[in-house]
Nanobody, 114 residues
């Protein structure tokens, strides 16, 4: 399974960014899609995810500011990030759960300046 992410960059605090990710055409019956992030010196953590049954899960730190959207038929997942804060600075990774396994995109950097 190959995942190709796009978006990210440098933004001032209070700004917004949108990340997008697409899975390879050979993937069917994805169980869940979402986004994780990893800041320097920290472990990778969940940002938000949606299951194929529509169940959503968000980190408390991003609730009300970030929104994950998915198109399971097209194997695409996006992350809309509003009201960004310096503590949101991290490498962001799209994630797909397929046949019980986790697959990851290449990571895209988001940097929020104060």
């Amino acid at each position: 399974v190959q995942l190709q992410a796009s978006g990210g960059g440098l933004v001032q605090a209070g700004g917004y960014l949108r990340l997008s990710c697409a899975a390879s055409d050979s993937v069917f019956s994805i169980s869940a899609m979402g986004w994780y992030r990893q800041a320097p010196g920290k472990e990778r953590e969940l940002v938000g995810s949606i299951s194929s049954r529509g169940r959503t899960n968000y980190a408390d730190a991003v609730k009300g500011r970030f929104t994950v959207s998915t198109d399971f038929a097209k194997r695409r997942v996006s992350l809309q990030m509003n009201d960004l804060k310096p503590e949101d600075t991290a490498a962001y990774y799209c994630n797909v759960v397929y046949l019980g396994n986790d697959y990851w995109g290449q990571g895209t950097q988001v940097t929020v300046s104060s």
